[in-house]
């Protein structure tokens, strides 16, 4: 098995375990729905 795949999987998997957590998030959170993806905040990254 080459290098590439390998992270391409493990990339996969991190995003489906995301997506999973922001899924079970959501539920007990709904702030969370109203936040925007692309949200910008200036202070955060300096």
Do not use: Q, W
């Amino acid at each position: 098995m080459n290098k590439v795949k390998l992270i391409n999987m493990t990339k996969l998997a991190a995003k489906k375990l995301i997506i999973k957590l922001k899924g079970s998030l959501k539920e007990y959170d709904p702030t969370i729905m109203s936040i925007p993806k692309n949200r910008k905040k200036p202070d955060t990254k300096v």
